[in-house]
């Protein structure tokens, strides 16, 4: 039996955020026909996913095969349950391992969005199957995805927060209480309630900027710990489902991004020397030691977790042949000062207090290896084009992680249907994107967070 409330108003789907995975199951659902509405607490659409790179993964691609790439659904699966140190859910994993290649065809043939004619390698991949978008932002696709979104009139509420999930007596969603005119800043607003005849779709995201849920979830993460996420990435959503007995999965997987400086708030621009050329082609030193450390082609917990363990910013360094022949524009890094140009190796050392003979040492060891195309120290994959570090002038920024991603979330299964402790679903209510847990397992590799995100957006659209 319904209870007697007083709806607001009346959908059939209701879709909480607007990044990739809510905008993604909008779309789905209206294209079968379905009246939907997406509210989104915040002015402007987005979320994480509008500031993110924009890269996604999959494998067996047109764009693989051009370049000769062999790759294969197994060779994902495997390398993101050797990041996610096997705690991934297997039936997730492998939906979004077999659907991710369709996921990405349809950002391209349905939404038209257009990437650079290049496949990149990212820490933990075992072959190059990432996708960049033009202009290297999320806002690409996210532009495209609300022109689909207008062109099936999906209305979206700005400024309408979440705050609960109403069910009827056997415990069926049917809709939420929100709060329109919503102020983030006063956390206030004027209460409404929705009804969703057929179902809630939560992608509100995950909780990188929540610092007092994510510091309970793993007490390092406190507030001296910058975040890469926007203000809104926080967990009332999460937490609203948890209240209705949805399944906590991995709440304490929370990904660092260990490419990230300490010398610019936010995501910012460092992390694209970084990820995308300092990691491929240079080399992590620690300043105290002069020496290297950990693989940097390792995933991000491995790079995070090792530079964390040493306990101060470590320095990463290319070579100007590495930046030239990476073809990525690093200019706004440099004129910010994050990354910073040094003629020699030894002015190098000095800028950053290290001992320059040690440093030599170590690049030269490391050269060494490029030669022999295999790492003996730190087993760090040689990527076809690596070069000796040798061509002055030499790039250097500094490396000090922050947080980056939610692993953990709400318990799914293959339908993206929420679950309870027991395992069983709950009537009416669904999630994708990062507000789900147990995909990433122990930790996330680049470019699959927005594979997720497409990938059960539109499951959990087509099947509401
Ligand atoms: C700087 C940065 C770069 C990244 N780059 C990449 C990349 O290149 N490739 C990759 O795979 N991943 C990347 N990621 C991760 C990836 O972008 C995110 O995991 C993904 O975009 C999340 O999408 P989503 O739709 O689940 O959530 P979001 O895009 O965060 O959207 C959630 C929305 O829900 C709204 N919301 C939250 N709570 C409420 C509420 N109570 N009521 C109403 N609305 C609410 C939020 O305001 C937000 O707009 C990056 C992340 C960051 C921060």
């Given at each position: 039996m319904e209870k007697a409330v007083q709806w607001d108003e009346l959908v059939d789907v209701l879709v909480v955020g607007s990044g990739f995975a809510g905008l993604t199951a909008a779309i789905e659902a209206a294209e079968l026909g379905k009246k939907v509405l997406v509210i989104e607490k915040m002015k402007r659409a987005g979320g994480n996913s509008i500031i993110s790179d924009g890269g996604i993964a999959a494998p067996g691609t047109q764009l693989q095969a051009d370049r000769g790439i062999v790759d294969s659904e197994k060779s994902m699966y495997d390398d993101m349950v050797t990041a996610g140190l096997g705690l991934n859910h297997p039936k997730l994993l492998r939906t979004l391992v077999s659907q991710a290649r369709s996921a990405f065809e349809w950002t391209v043939d349905a939404l038209q969005v257009p990437y650079l004619d290049r496949v990149d390698i990212f820490g933990g991949h075992s072959v190059a199957r990432c996708y960049t978008p033009q202009g290297v932002t999320g806002a690409t696709m996210l532009k495209r995805m609300l022109k689909r979104v207008a062109e099936l009139s999906i209305p979206v509420l700005y400024s309408t927060s979440f705050r609960s999930i109403l069910t009827d007596n056997q415990g069926r969603v049917l809709g939420g209480a929100v709060l329109r005119e919503y102020d983030y800043r006063t956390n206030t607003g004027v209460p409404a309630k929705i009804r969703a005849q057929r179902g809630v779709i939560l992608?509100?995201?995950?909780?990188?900027?929540d610092v007092a849920f994510r510091s309970i979830q793993d007490p390092r993460l406190d507030e001296t710990i910058q975040t890469?996420?926007?203000?809104?990435?926080?967990?009332e959503v999460l937490k609203s489902a948890l209240h209705i007995g949805a399944a906590s999965v991995q709440l304490s997987q929370i990904q660092l991004g260990a490419?990230?400086?300490?010398?610019?708030?936010?995501?910012?621009?460092?992390p694209l020397f970084a990820d995308y050329i300092l990691f491929q082609y240079g080399v992590i030193v620690d300043p105290s030691t002069g020496r290297r450390f950990v693989n940097e082609l390792g995933d991000r917990r491995q790079s995070a977790d090792a530079i964390l363990r040493i306990g101060h910013p470590c320095i990463g360094i290319a070579d100007s042949r590495a930046v030239e022949h990476s073809g990525w524009d690093i200019s706004r890094a440099i004129r910010k000062g994050v990354v910073k140009i040094h003629a020699t190796m030894d002015e190098l050392a000095a800028s950053y207090g290290i001992d320059a003979a040690t440093l030599q040492a170590s690049i030269s060891r490391y050269n060494g290896f490029v030669q022999d195309g295999?790492?003996?120290?730190?087993?760090k994959p040689m990527v076809d084009e690596a070069s000796p570090?040798?061509?002055?002038p030499f790039y250097a920024m500094r490396l000090w992680p922050k947080v980056h991603f939610s692993m953990g979330g709400v318990a799914i299964n293959e339908r993206s249907q929420v679950l309870d402790f027991d395992g069983r679903t709950i009537k009416g209510l669904y999630a994708a994107g990062?507000?789900?847990?147990?995909?990433?397992?122990?930790s996330r590799l680049g470019s699959c967070a927005i594979s997720e995100c497409v990938v059960f957006g539109r499951i959990a659209g087509q099947n509401v």
């Open positions: 992608a509100s995201g995950g909780y990188g900027a890469t996420n926007k203000v809104a990435a926080t967990a490419w990230a400086s300490p010398d610019e708030q936010g995501f910012g621009h460092g295999a790492d003996a120290d730190l087993q570090i040798e061509e002055a990062e507000v789900v847990g147990g995909v990433h397992g122990a």
